[in-house]
């Protein structure tokens, strides 16, 4: 393809990176403010769940911190990622063509996979454990919403 068919694909393509770390960002953000909410919670005396309410509660938290620790892994996972598309680009720039490039290649699609699920799984325990939280308050505060 010639470079200006190719401009467009490119664009777009690094906007799609950015929106992805703004994505991972803002759900890590989230997870550990409602882990920090429900934290504060607990430490609240007028604060006393039922039976059932404290297990729905623990699922809350205990989804909220692994989307919190699969938040972190997935920043981590991209900074990799980074590194080594950085290597290939430098190696390609110099004309570099060699079985490291292969492999560098190929690491960094097994990355981006892993950045995706993770990606993916944080979402789903933050939505999750989001979902819980609301139920709980829901429940609790029942008296004074409805």
């Given amino acids: 393809m010639t470079d200006q ?7 777009w393509q690094g906007r799609s990176l950015e929106y992805l770390s703004y994505a991972i960002n803002l759900f890590l953000g989230l997870s550990i403010a409602a882990t920090g909410f429900e934290m504060s919670l607990l430490k609240d005396p007028k604060f006393i769940l039922v039976d059932w309410q404290k297990c729905i509660f623990f699922i ?3 989804s ?3 989307a919190s620790g699969l938040g972190i892994t997935c920043v981590l996972n991209r900074i990799k990622d980074f590194r080594d598309t950085t290597s290939i680009a430098r190696k390609k720039s110099k004309d570099e063509y060699d079985d490291e490039l292969n492999e560098l290649r190929e690491i960094v699609g097994i990355i981006g996979s892993r950045t995706r699920t993770l990606f993916s799984w944080q979402v789903w325990l933050f939505g999750i454990g989001a979902f819980l939280l609301v139920l709980v308050m829901v429940v609790f505060y029942s008296d004074k919403l409805f």
């Fill in 5 to 11: 068919k190719m401009e467009p694909f490119l664009r």
């Fill in 60 to 62: 809350s938290i205990l």
């Fill in 64 to 66: 909220l911190i692994i």
